[in-house]
């Protein structure tokens, strides 16, 4: 029964993601948002929406185990996973542009929520609205310095979405926010389930089998993008994910109810918050060694190896 809860979960969830898009730029369409806008507010926010009900959910449901490891178990896969196999598959070329807003954004908010984390062992409701704000203001940021080059952004938001009626952004909201509500809420309850049954923490599943779980549709599309040879995959999305996952999912979720380090897992903050800041980290050699500025099938190797390796050691 907890597979099958676990498993129906996240279908609904990925089901309930991709109506909520839909109906999130629709709408935004009908309020005369620009394209450049929707695609890196609007598209980013509504794709977080999973990983944000899961986290809601589970702190809710008072283990803040999972609604942690979601989170960190989710940036490692995004580069581990999704960059390691789509690189394997298709060479990546990277932006020069990656290195001088994205990542270091990315950095600096996972060492603060390492600080947050470490500091009392709580992220507190004001230091999740801190992280938030910190997003807010980030963006702020980067769609002013993209106003030049709107083309990556833009190419994520839909056209035909401009001219869908209101029936159906409501229909598709409806279903988008059922979908999310129960799939967080089976995933949450199987997961519970199954870490009880197979004899292991409710943090080691989420850093792992629900964290490749939320990133399976990043994987998918990247997948079929590098397979068709399209554009495979944004680098600049995949850290906009972790960027947000950590300032939005963790920064709402504690805004609504403290997050809690549980004293029965300190590999949370002994070691699989430095495998997420390391898989961060190691993007910067990465582009900078031979070929620079690409992440080919030998880099995308070493990368997908180790998260193997990560999944090996979360699940001893």
Not at 83 to 108: C, E, R
Not at 150 to 170: Q, R, Y
Request: proline letters at 3%; hydrophobic letters at 60%; glycine letters at 8%.
């Amino acid at each position: 029964m907890s597979v099958f809860l676990v498993i129906a979960g996240l279908a609904l969830l990925v089901v309930g993601g991709d109506f909520l898009v839909r109906a999130a730029v629709g709408l935004s369409f009908k309020l005369k948002l620009s394209k450049l806008v929707i695609g890196m507010t609007v598209v980013s926010f509504a794709t977080s929406a999973p990983e944000l009900l899961v986290s809601l959910q589970a702190a809710l449901d008072g283990v803040s185990d999972i609604a942690l490891g979601n989170v960190i178990g989710s940036n490692i896969a995004n580069i581990g996973l999704v960059l390691g196999i789509t690189a394997i598959i298709s060479p990546l070329a990277v932006d020069k542009d990656f290195y001088k807003l994205n990542w270091p954004m990315m950095m600096l908010s996972s060492f603060v929520l390492y600080y947050f984390l470490w500091n009392d062992n709580i992220l507190t409701a004001i230091e999740g609205a801190i992280l938030f704000i910190a997003l807010i203001v980030f963006l702020i940021v980067l769609i002013k310095s993209s106003r030049k080059s709107t083309k990556a952004s833009m190419e994520e938001v839909d056209d035909a979405l401009a001219v869908v009626s209101n029936f159906k952004i409501v229909m598709w909201l409806l279903i988008g926010a059922a979908g999310l509500y129960f799939g967080s809420d089976w995933l949450v309850e199987g997961a519970k389930q199954l870490a009880t049954a197979i004899g292991i923490s409710d943090y080691a599943i989420s850093v792992t089998v629900i964290a490749i779980g939320t990133s399976v549709p990043e994987l998918a599309a990247s997948v079929i993008a590098a397979l068709k040879k399209e554009k495979a995959l944004s680098l600049g999305n995949l850290i906009g994910s972790n960027i947000f996952n950590i300032a939005s999912v963790l920064g709402l979720t504690a805004v609504v109810k403290p997050i809690a380090v549980n004293p029965a897992t300190p590999e949370i903050l002994s070691t699989n918050i430095w495998w997420m800041i390391a898989f961060a980290a190691i993007l910067i050699p990465l582009i900078m060694i031979p070929k620079r500025f690409e992440i080919g099938r030998l880099k995308g190797m070493l990368l997908f190896g180790a998260y193997l390796v990560f999944i090996y050691v979360a699940l001893k």
